[in-house]
């Protein structure tokens, strides 16, 4: 377990059960709605997705900033989670399995980043998060000598997050690429090099 920690939500999850369904809901909804129309999606349209009237979206997110910020946190939230769940597995396989998660959290990225404040330091919070969840992985890939020992989580996560932000022909063949990068991170016997 990497024990990494994520920035706290700006705004509180309710604590009855048929509210915390409608804030989820909501979450869901302005993930999926922001994705296809970016972070300027209407409100109207988020509320209706998830099934609720507009009062219950503001109820929750007072602002549009305050759900873009929402829907951001849950996200690095569940790269973290991924970074958790993958640390049971062999070196590599971990190291492969969070970077999956993490090229579909890129994809979620750009549409987010957006709409949030560059000077957050929610920003610079969920950026600290993702770099020491997917450290530890690098780390014991490298001592198990699968992974390049000059690559850093820097270097891995610049890596993937460039090759996953660029426009594809279509989603094979950005995960042919993805493999192929991801693939030259892989130790060599010195006869292969």
Known sequence: MTGTQTPELGVARPQRADARRNFDALLAAAREAFAEQGAGAPLEDIARRAGVGIGTLYRNFPTRDALVEAVYIDEVAAVVQAADDASGLEPWEAVEAWLRR???????????????????????????????????????????????????????????????????????QRDRVIAMAVDGLRTRPASDR
């Open 102 to 172: 993490f090229v579909a959290y890129v994809g979620t990225k750009h549409a987010l980043i957006a709409g949030l404040n560059k000077d957050s330091p929610v920003l610079l919070s969920c950026r600290t998060s993702l770099y020491d969840a997917g450290e530890p992985l690098v780390k014991r890939a490298q001592s198990a000598g699968e992974l390049r020992p000059d690559a850093t989580i820097g270097d891995v996560i610049r890596m993937v997050s460039g090759i996953a932000g660029v426009a594809f022909e279509d989603d094979a």
